[in-house]
């Protein structure tokens, strides 16, 4: 089945550790990609997002991203994460195709930064 | 301040009792879906629609419906709800085209008791 898959649901890390975040998914054709993160209590805010050109995007608080086409990944990347990181982290994809725009999302993954 | 608006944030209900929550957007979008998110199971699309009055199921429509009377505001209704329908849901809004961005509202906590 077409899927997007996070393989991580939980990760705990200390302050200034690295973080990488898996995201594979299963569509073949053009997608768009995405990650979202949601703050306890607060609504999905975009992260970064990938559409063409260079597949290292870059977002916003220090976040980037890196699309391997080959791969059907879209890996989420920080070299040094904060307590106010803790969130959960959510990947999707859009397929260019599909005339209802739909986003396919992964099941999230749960990051706890100790402080 | 562009912005995609939820209400209620909270709501408790019974089994039964026909309820509705309202999206708004100020963004001029023509798209706006609606999500339910549950753990580990990330979120799903219950509706659609490409602009007023062109509604379209996604996933998990049942149990559900839609209206897009106006451009700006697309209810979600649940005519008579079922425990399985408890759920965080989620309003989005975006323009249509592929290459395009959606914005999300701040979620409704629905527990069907």
């Known amino acids: 089945a077409q899927s997007v898959s996070q393989h991580n649901h939980h990760v705990i890390l200390s302050e200034a550790a690295s973080l990488e975040l898996g995201c594979n998914y299963s569509?073949?054709?053009?997608?768009?990609l995405f990650w979202y993160v949601q703050y306890p209590g607060q609504h999905l805010q975009l992260l970064l997002k990938?559409?063409?050109?260079?597949?290292l995007v870059k977002g916003i608080k220090g976040f980037e991203a890196e699309f391997i086409k080959s791969k059907f990944s879209f890996n989420l990347r920080k070299p040094s994460v904060q307590w106010s990181d803790t969130a959960e982290y959510f990947c999707?994809?859009?397929?260019?195709?599909?005339?209802?725009?739909?986003?396919?999302f992964g099941s999230g993954t749960r990051l706890l930064v100790r402080p | 301040e562009a912005q995609v608006t939820q209400n209620p944030r909270y709501l408790i209900t019974v089994t039964g009792k026909k309820l509705t929550v309202t999206c708004s957007q100020n963004?001029?979008?023509?798209?706006m879906s609606w999500y339910r998110q549950d753990p580990g199971l990330g979120l799903r699309q219950i509706y659609y629609?490409?602009?007023?009055?062109?509604?379209d199921k996604g996933d998990v429509p049942e149990g559900y419906k839609v209206s897009r009377k106006e451009k700006r505001n697309f209810p979600l209704i649940l005519e008579s709800p079922s425990p399985n329908q408890t759920s965080l849901y989620f309003c989005?809004?975006?323009?249509?085209?592929?290459?395009?961005?959606?914005?999300f509202g701040q979620g409704t906590r629905l527990t069907v008791v």
């Open positions: 989005a809004s975006k323009n249509t085209g592929r290459v395009t961005e959606a914005f």
């Open positions: 569509y073949g054709g053009t997608v768009n």
């Open positions: 990938y559409f063409s050109g260079d597949p």
């Open positions: 999707a994809v859009n397929r260019r195709m599909d005339s209802s725009y739909k986003l396919i």
């Open positions: 963004m001029n979008h023509e798209y």
């Open positions: 629609s490409m602009n007023v009055e062109v509604t």
